[in-house]
């Protein structure tokens, strides 16, 4: 394909405007791009190696501005290209504006405009040979390269390759435009492109087996062991819509560092980012870790934590400056250590697990690695205390909170879907007066354990009594609950079987999701998911929020 016509076709897509023809026009380019449908499928993205890539093209505004000003047929310097640009914003209209192709016999392919059209491969070509330019004079050869290219160009060409040189394609298609186009192009099934594109995260690749191959070769495409793919993402949500939603959630530590992907064919182990950048040689204990304890082939999931001496989590900033250091690798090691702890298995054994339920992947997970306090703790529940304990152990041990997932799901790259749940902390929390309480169960049955929370009433006609709205059972460990009882016992008014009634005295601090009118409780609401905070010390009865101030933090949640 000319680079011209790429370039045609790069300016109706910018001058469309509604979605569908971008997606039509886009189809067509794919139609007639041909050979180079793997190149231009990338290009028209503003991309010129897949995501994956080492390959870089590392072309810095400064290059570029010197590239076009030598290319110009008038005398312009860089820095006039660079102060034209403050001017409009769009390198691409700075060189179209240019009349390039001034310095004919120096361009790339046989001198400035002469007969030998640009094309698309020339292009792809010249900047495979840029992104491999290094060591000394390195600078010289890039810009001479760029400079041929733009020598060659004419002013429509010239605008859409600066802006794809510095990566600013900017008309208007994204990853879901070009998803649309392939199928449309070649007759195939969006959701079978869809999938195609996450095992392989490569649009040059799935185009180009659309076309040659259709539904059958696209669902024939594999995760491959060494090829990153975009990670799972999470929306916020509480315990209440997690359980709500399924039938019971997967609860698992959310640990604060970053996330990491380990590729382990049996000979290599590679380690990427989020944004799929290969982290591995930052980070060579989670190399030997894998390579000790992990059986290949295999694709996990995962986070990389920063942790002190005795193994306990560090904050975030210290993983970063781990994460994607070059220099001094070894010095820092020592400085500060890294953890992995996997929560996911994307491929084990030979097999994609992608479109396994959550739960038989993280089996399969704990099945691969050796050592389980590298895998991820995972309880599957559909009650609310469970859920609780596991977040205030999660915090005790220094983590950040709790991730709640859809164990049934299946794991979709790139998603922030609303399988995965980050649990959002407590907005608000209230001062709440116990007024009652239950003896607790077996191993706790010396402890008081379930306590009733009442906040203070002003309503009209209370005189300042106390209504209930809750009962805490929740975030209060066993340490925790014998000094409770020890706090509490004294003011017991009276007991009934395992209930007794207490004189209001103490004062909790309580979180919660949510607050909902009910009539089981004498204030008219309800707090969903309490959760023991503290007791407020410092705070009598009298200092206790009141039904008012539930009232209104009520309303503000609708
Ligand atoms: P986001 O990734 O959602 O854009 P973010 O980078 O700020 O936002 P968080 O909001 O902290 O990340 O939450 C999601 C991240 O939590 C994941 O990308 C992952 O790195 C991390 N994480 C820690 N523990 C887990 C776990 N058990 N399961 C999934 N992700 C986890």
Redesign the pocket.
């Known amino acids: 394909m000319e680079f011209g016509s790429f370039a045609a076709h790069a300016a109706d897509v910018e001058a469309a405007d509604a979605d569908l023809e971008v997606v039509d026009l886009v189809a067509d380019l794919f139609a007639e791009a041909g050979d180079d449908l793997v190149v231009v499928a990338r290009f028209v993205q503003g991309r010129v190696f897949p995501a994956h890539s080492e390959t870089k093209l590392d072309i810095g505004p400064r290059l570029c501005y010197e590239a076009l000003a030598r290319a110009a047929s008038t005398n312009v310097t860089a820095d006039d290209v660079e102060s034209r640009l403050a001017e409009t914003g769009d390198i691409g209209e700075v060189a179209s504006a240019l009349d390039l192709g001034g310095q004919a016999g120096l361009g790339a392919f046989g001198g400035g405009n002469d007969d030998d059209a640009l094309t698309v491969a020339d292009v792809y070509g010249d900047l495979e040979a840029l992104a491999a330019a290094a060591g000394d004079g390195s600078q010289d050869e890039k810009v001479t390269l760029l400079f041929g290219l733009f020598n060659d160009c004419s002013g429509e060409e010239a605008r859409y390759l600066a802006r794809l040189v510095l990566g600013e394609m900017r008309i208007g298609v994204g990853e879901g435009t070009v998803r649309d186009a392939i199928a449309d192009a070649f007759d195939v099934d969006v959701e079978v492109v869809k999938r195609a594109l996450q095992v392989s995260n490569d649009y040059g690749l799935v185009a180009v087996t659309a076309r040659d191959e259709g539904e059958a070769g696209l669902s024939a495409m594999h995760l491959e062991v060494g090829r990153p793919v975009q990670?799972m993402?999470?929306q916020a949500g509480t315990v209440t819509d997690a359980l709500e939603e399924w039938d019971e959630a997967a609860v698992?530590?959310?640990?604060?560092?970053?996330?990491v992907q380990v590729h382990w064919d049996g000979e290599d182990v590679a380690l990427y980012s989020?944004n799929m950048e290969d982290v591995t040689d930052a980070l060579p204990e989670l190399v030997e870790f894998v390579e000790e304890h992990v059986e290949p082939p295999v694709i996990l999931d995962g986070?990389a934590v920063a942790v002190d001496d005795d193994g306990s989590p560090l904050p975030f900033q210290e993983i970063l400056k781990r994460f994607r250091r070059k220099h001094d690798v070894a010095e820092m090691r020592d400085e500060i250590r890294v953890r992995l702890?996997a929560?996911d298995c994307l491929h084990a054994r030979g097999n994609d697990l992608l479109e396994q339920p959550f739960r038989e992947r993280h089996d399969r997970l704990a099945s691969v690695v050796d050592d389980e306090s590298a895998v991820?703790n995972l309880l599957v529940t559909d009650d609310p205390e469970e859920i609780a304990d596991v977040e205030a152990d999660a915090l005790e041990a220094g983590h950040?909170g709790i991730?709640l997932?859809d164990p049934d799901a299946a794991y979709t790259p790139g998603d922030?879907g609303k399988h995965?749940l980050?649990r959002k902390p407590d907005v608000e929390t209230l001062d709440l007066v116990v007024t009652g309480a239950e003896w607790g169960e077996g191993r706790r049955a010396s402890f008081l354990g379930t306590f009733l929370l009442s906040a203070r009433d002003d309503r009209e006609d209370t005189n300042g009594e106390f209504a209930t709205i809750g009962k805490v059972a929740t975030g209060i460990t066993d340490a925790e609950l014998a000094d409770l009882t020890d706090l509490l016992e004294p003011h017991i008014r009276a007991e009934d079987g395992q209930e007794v009634d207490i004189d209001p005295a103490v004062v909790f601090e309580v979180g919660y999701e949510e607050i909902q009118a009910s009539p089981t409780y004498s204030s008219g609401y309800a707090l969903r998911f309490p959760r023991f905070v503290s007791v407020r010390e410092d705070k009598t009865p009298d200092a206790a929020d009141t039904i008012e101030r539930v009232e209104r933090l009520a309303d503000q949640q609708s």
Do not use: C, Q, V
């Not at 698992?252 to 996330?259: F, I, L, N, P, S």
């Open positions: 990670a993402l999470a698992e530590t959310k640990y604060d560092g970053a996330r989020r986070e702890h929560f991820s950040e991730m997932k922030r995965w980050k």
